[in-house]
């Protein structure tokens, strides 16, 4: 941020008369003039520049800084207002100012330096030219030169004043004050631009002998009217001499940049101009880049000895001024900066030896500790051949380079120098030895069979000058097994790629060394049991096991027969004998070529020789021919189970009505249906059973049923209907096949003696039941679709003006619908659901609509009709919702019609066409006043309505 103070001891007036709007203006104006003569003169004609050198500004008007707005100025008879865009005559403190007068000024962000929160002066000049900023400066040194300065922006814009806007011109004056002039300057016309564009202006002078105060006069030369509108910042007023100069001996500079290498010693020499008498030099240094200064004590030779020790950056300068005065700011001058930067010598840290591993990542961090990384170097020198990479992969307190190779050699063996040097040249060496190892080499052996998910004997081996420390297994997505020698699981059957890498004493892994491993299936040994009784012949076994090379598997089966220890067989499929009843465990071991090995176990049972026969049938009521006829098993043997059932529904003569269960149980049923008949009332039908416990041994029974006559019903389809259709009687089912009974509806909608009222839209299910007199009975089913009505409202009812038309609002909901007014008479379409009526006499209008099935609905709407147009002459807008506007009524049925009312200067206040909203008796936000206004109301055709309204507050 800026300073915004003045020196206590310095004091400025200002006259202010600007030739725009008001005596304010004019003078802010007549400052920028003076302020714009005094830079020009000093910028912008070389010949009167201060050639010399200048001092601390001795008055330096920034104005301050804040939230809008600033305090206000006590040097000016110019109004002070606090808001933006002031009016003429009138000024404003501002850090921006935004778009004033419909944006014919400039939007400025910021004061000239561009700091958004500092302070400049906006000014709306007054329109007579003249004086408008006059301040007496004291305190001043005589025979003394100071240059006078100030920044001024034109904020008008091009576009403004219809591109004529007057330019300010203004005038810098620097008096005694007995009226002597020292110095003028006239900036001439200040352009504008199409955007805010501060510019510097200003002068230069010298005070007489024995002249200790100037007056300050800035005036405003351009004449009055629509412009001359300015912003100032930055009022700075300072000594002038002659060219003092203070360089570094030897370097014959102001600047330099060196190392921190230990105790460092300049010597600077200051020239001082010859245009001093009794020449005083004072040596300053500053410790924030220039912002402040502070005198070194006893420097006040024209020789400085300096020398330091820390890295930084130091500033120096010399000062001069006539004896006795080097301590006033107002009298002496300054020589440019000496400025030297000691920069921190780098640094590098290094190991002493690093080993690697052959074909592995070389890699060396390097920390590099720097306290300006800005011109950096770094490089590195290594044995004959080395081709190494070096590159930067970060940053710290310094930065960070990596050395690094992917695949290390041993021909990467030996010492490397790194030399790193900062941008002033500093450097700084460090050594590393680097020494690759050769790697090892792996083998790996598979020992006895590899079954599916079984362990894998698995030996690694190979060699080494060190010795192995470590054998890293990996398969598949495993990667965790370690040791000489694993038998891990590898999984069901397959080829498997096993790879081993070795680690040596020295922490070298070798190249992994890969084989393919072969997992042979596992023979799944499986058997049929046979079904037998104790009196059958003998048990033959089927063997139905499934390997790899099955030709050459082997297999040995153990029938577990106690009173037979070692009975057994090497065939494939034996036969064996039991002697009694009972239950064997059997065990079949198979062994595949291999060498893979499998066996399994079954429980035989050898059943009694004396099935039983036994069923029951479901109870009902009555049995029909079109349902369903449950038989429960209740068969059993004297030991073991029953292994077969065969069931004859008609009697054994009939092969094609049979059920056969290999596997039956006790209390299992079994359904038939027999081929419903329709006529003969009833039949009788026999069902026999026959129960086997082995290939011989069986028992059969029989049971005779009798079953009734079931009907056959027929329900024919129903046509859909529309919602509100009247009530109609079912008679689409009937009884087919002439059997004796009763037939009922039923379902929603429909009623007792079967009557089905369409009330409501849906799909509505129908069930028919017949029943015969023997309770035997049949259904049929179906669907009646009922489709919605349209849902139509003809909408509010409607009056018009004779000649107008009205829009009927009209709705109507329902899928593909067809619209149809009546009558049509007056109608744009009587075939759009919203027409524009335009009746002569009042009509009743009728809208149906009909949906793409053909269902339909109506509604009415009224037209009234009026002959003429009624236009209120009064109202009362003050907000009590009584005649707050003043509307024509039913103006929206004639939409081409126009409204304007005009105030008694002829300036239209007022305009609408159709159905727009009434005048509330405003103007751009604004009230007008009580009086009579002149309305027009242009119709349809060019006919022509005037009058008056009355607006009554």
């Known amino acids: 941020m800026k300073k915004k103070e ?7 007036a200002f006259r202010l008369s600007l030739n725009s709007k008001n005596a304010f203006a004019m003078q802010l ?35 301050g800084a804040g939230q809008n707005p600033g305090a206000p100025l006590s040097s000016t008879n110019y109004q002070y207002v606090t808001t933006d865009c002031p009016n003429d005559g009138q000024y404003t403190i501002r850090n921006n100012s935004i778009a004033c007068y419909g944006t014919t000024w400039h939007t400025i962000n910021s004061d000239h330096t561009g700091d958004p929160n500092g302070y400049f002066m906006l000014v709306n000049a007054s329109y007579s030219p003249g004086d408008f900023f006059v301040q007496t400066v004291n305190g001043l040194c005589g025979n003394t030169s100071y240059e006078f300065a100030a920044w001024v922006a034109n904020v008008q814009h091009p576009v403004s004043c219809n591109g004529r806007a007057i330019k300010p011109n203004l005038s810098f004056t620097i008096e005694t004050t007995s009226g002597t002039v020292l110095a003028t300057f006239t900036s001439g016309d200040i352009e504008l631009t199409s955007s805010p564009q501060w510019k510097q202006y200003g002068t230069f002078f010298t005070t007489p002998a024995n002249v200790s105060s100037v007056v300050i006069r800035l005036t405003n030369n351009a004449p009055g009217g629509c412009g001359n509108d300015i912003a100032l910042d930055d009022i700075t007023f300072r000594p002038c001499g002659g060219t003092i100069s203070a360089i570094i001996e030897g370097a014959n500079t102001t600047q330099m940049e060196i190392c921190a290498t230990g105790n460092i010693a300049q010597k600077f020499v200051a020239t001082v101009p010859g245009s001093y008498a009794r020449p005083e030099l004072q040596w300053q240094q500053s410790i924030n880049g220039g912002q402040t200064w502070t005198n070194i004590a006893g420097a006040k030779g024209r020789e400085y000895a300096w020398s330091e020790t820390k890295p930084g950056t130091y500033y120096y300068r010399a000062l001069v001024a006539e004896e006795g005065n080097i301590n006033s700011v107002s009298c002496r001058i300054a020589s440019k900066p000496i400025i030297i930067r000691i920069s921190e010598a780098p640094e590098v840290t290094l190991a002493g030896s690093v080993a690697f591993c052959e074909g592995l990542l070389l890699q060396l961090d390097i920390p590099v500790k720097i306290a300006d990384t800005a011109g950096l170097r770094l490089s590195w020198t290594g044995p004959p051949g080395s081709d190494l990479t ?40 460090g050594q590393v030895h680097f020494y690759v190892f050769k790697k090892p080499v792996a083998n790996l052996s598979v020992q006895g069979p590899a079954c599916a998910d079984s362990p894998v004997q698995l030996v690694g081996g190979g060699s080494s000058n060190s010795g192995f420390t470590a054998f890293k297994w990996k398969w598949g997505t495993s990667d965790s097994a370690r040791g000489q020698r694993i038998a891990p699981v590898l999984g069901p059957a397959g080829n498997y790629r096993v790879e081993l890498v070795v680690v040596d004493a020295e922490g070298c892994p070798s190249d992994p060394v890969k084989t393919d491993v072969r997992v042979n299936k596992r023979p799944t040994p499986l058997f049929a049991l046979p079904e037998i009784c104790l009196t059958d012949a003998a048990a033959q076994f089927i063997n139905l ?23 057994g067989s090497t065939e494939k499929n034996p036969r064996y004998r039991y002697n009694a009843v009972g239950n064997y465990p059997v065990t079949l071991s198979v062994v ?17 020789s004396k099935p039983n026969a036994q069923f029951t049938l479901n109870t009902v009521a009555v049995r029909c021919s079109g349902d369903s006829v449950v038989l429960r098993n209740n068969s059993s043997v004297d030991f073991g189970s029953v292994t077969r059932l065969e069931i004859f529904w008609k009697g054994d003569n009939d092969a094609a009505a049979r059920t056969i269960d290999e596997k039956p149980t006790a209390g299992k049923e079994y359904r038939f249906n027999y081929t419903p008949f329709v006529t003969g009332g009833q039949q009788k039908f026999t069902i026999s059973m026959v129960a086997y416990s082995g290939e011989s041994c069986m028992h059969q029974t029989v049971q005779e049923i009798e079953v009734q006559q079931s009907p056959k019903v027929v329900f024919d389809a129903l046509p859909a209907l529309c919602q509100g259709a009247p009530a109609f009687l079912l008679s689409s089912a009937r009884e087919v096949a002439g059997a004796v009974g009763q037939g009922r509806y039923s379902g929603t909608g429909v009623n007792g003696q079967g009557m089905f009222n369409p009330a409501l839209p849906g799909d509505y299910p129908i069930q028919y039941v017949f029943t015969t007199g023997a309770g035997c009975t049949d259904t049929a089913m179906q669907t009646v679709q009922v489709w919605p009505l349209p849902q139509v409202q003809a909408g509010p009812d409607k009056t018009v003006v004779a000649g107008g038309g009205v829009t009927l609002a009209a709705t109507a909901l329902g899928e593909g619908l067809r619209i149809q007014w009546s009558p049509a008479n007056g109608l744009s379409d009587a075939t759009t659901i919203q027409p524009i009526a335009s009746p002569e006499t009042e009509t009743i209008y009728t809208l149906t609509a009909t949906t793409n099935r053909g269902c339909a609905a109506a509604d009415d709407v009224k037209v009234f009709t009026i002959p003429e147009v009624y236009i209120p002459n009064a109202f009362t807008p003050n907000g009590d919702g009584i005649n707050d506007t003043w509307q024509v009524p039913y103006l929206e049925s004639m939409p081409e019609a126009e409204v304007r009312v005009f105030n008694r200067y002829g300036q239209e206040v007022y ?20 009086g009579a206004f002149v309305y027009l109301l242009k119709m349809k055709g060019g006919k022509m309505l005037r009058g008056t309204v009355m607006l009554v507050r």
């Open 592 to 608: 595949s070529a291999a060498g893979c090995a499998a066996d399994t176990t079954q429980t035989f049972t050898v059943n009694g």
């Open 6 to 12: 003045m020196r206590a001891k310095t004091m400025v």
């Open 29 to 63: 104006k007549l400052l920028l003039l003076t302020l714009t003569t005094f830079w020009v003169s000093l910028h912008g004609l070389r010949a009167q520049l201060c050639t010399g050198s200048l001092g601390d500004p001795v008055v330096n008007i920034t104005f």
């Open 911 to 930: 305009r609408a066409k159709g159905a727009a909203r009434g005048w509330n008796g405003k103007v751009g936000g604004k009230d007008q006043p009580t």
């Open 545 to 567: 096991t499934e390997t790899e090379g099955s030709e050459t598997a082997t297999y040995q089966w153990r029938f577990g027969d106690a009173a037979n220890p070692n009975a």
């Open 390 to 429: 070096l590159y930067e992969i970060g940053e710290s307190s310094g930065r960070v380079f990596r050395l690094s190779k992917s695949e290390a050699s041993f021909a990467d063996t030996g010492w490397y120098n790194i030399t790193v040097t900062n941008g002033e040249g500093c450097a700084v060496t």
